[in-house]
């Protein structure tokens, strides 16, 4: 099994039985304990070729040896593409999917788990109507560029389905992409064998979003990361669904997908997010607050609510609820926020005090049991006495 670590004097001047690879903009050193070894991994890793200057070498890694090396090769691709897609956090948006590019260098990532046919999608779409971007990690920056990482790809054992073997992208006669790459389209792959005519579907941003951060490498790296995702997709025309059977028969409707006018979605801002500096209080007084929050975006009467790493979507009573808690209302205020906002009913309060409880809960607000001035004052001493 392949290892890393990070580079030691001499390491760094080694001239082993070693190559260099680019991956999603790191340097990642293989070594290698056999000759041979060193040039099948070459020659899989061929269009990863590092260069000088892409940077110093993030790590260096053993790679297996012998006869494990075809086996292996999916665990020591799997590594680098893991150490990679770390070492990008925050200064990428790497999404779990195969990239595919036009001629003139306009990417579609399509994006799914484990299992849903990305590499398949990659051979199936890049041996003649595309160029090969990568089949696994996708990478881009927060302008929409997208770093190519053409590494080999892992398919299924004929012999022994239980086992996956690399092949690089020459082998197996994919065509290269374009140097110059950008974000186009963001697809999400929903394959289906009932499927005899493959559909492409619009994907609402919040739901979009939801499903790019399950699939995602650390997204809440970046600065306002709801905010960077949903204008990535909004420069590209939101989110889209593939509904197929087999992906080649998807060629056209893809094509097509690059041609359209991009559409944007109406979402906005909710606010800087908060870092709870006045949270103390809010279990002293009884007002409901909100909890900190690390970004959040409202479109057409919903918002999502990051709370950490965490995505939480409100809408309705619940949105209101927590677009009002801004102002650290008392419970009776927001029954009348509510109100003003969503009309009369006669189980106003109650829906209300059970919204909150649900809130409180899922950990978006928090509220104090209200207590006497005189307690107040008391922890308030207290509390300045242990500052002192």
Known sequence: MSS???LTDSEAESPAFELEVAALGSRVRIRCDQYNTRNLLAAEWARCSAREDDGDVLAVVEAPGGPDVPTLGYRLATHITTLAARAASGRLWVVHGCGVATDDGEVIAL???????????????TTSEFGYVT???VGITPLGNVIAYPKPLSLVSEMHPSIKTQHGPDALGLR?????????????????????????????????????????VDVTSFSRPLVQL????????????????????AAGILQQLVTEEPRASVWRLAGEPYGGEDMRWGLLDGRVRRTPWTDAVIVEGEALVLLGRTPVR????????????????TLDNLVEVVVDVHG?????????????????????????????????????????????
Do not use: F
Not at 111 to 125: E, N, Q, R, Y
Not at 315 to 329: K, M, N, Y
Not at 352 to 379: C, D, F, I, T, Y
């Open 314 to 329: 409100l809408s309705g009573i619940g949105l209101t609820i927590w677009q009002a808690a801004v102002d650290q209302p």
């Open 230 to 249: 949903s204008t990535l997709l909004d420069a590209c025309g939101g989110a889209k669904r593939l509904h197929y059977s087999e992906v080649s028969a």
């Open 176 to 216: 290269r992409c374009p140097a110059d790459l950008r974000l186009r389209a963001v697809v999400l792959l929903e394959r289906g064998n009932d499927v005899t005519t493959p559909w492409v579907e619009s994907v609402p941003l919040i739901d979009g979003l939801l499903e790019l951060a399950q699939l995602s």
């Open 111 to 125: 994006v799914g788990s484990s299992g849903s046919g990305k590499t398949t999608a990659a051979i199936a779409l």
């Open 344 to 388: 009369p009913h006669p189980e106003a309060r109650a829906q209300v005090h059970e919204a909150v409880e649900h809130m409180v809960q899922a950990g978006v607000v928090v509220r104090g049991a209200p207590q006497r001035l005189g307690s107040l004052l008391s922890r308030s001493a207290a509390t300045s006495t242990a500052v002192r």
């Open 4 to 6: 890393a670590r990070t």
């Open 135 to 137: 089949d696994e990690a």
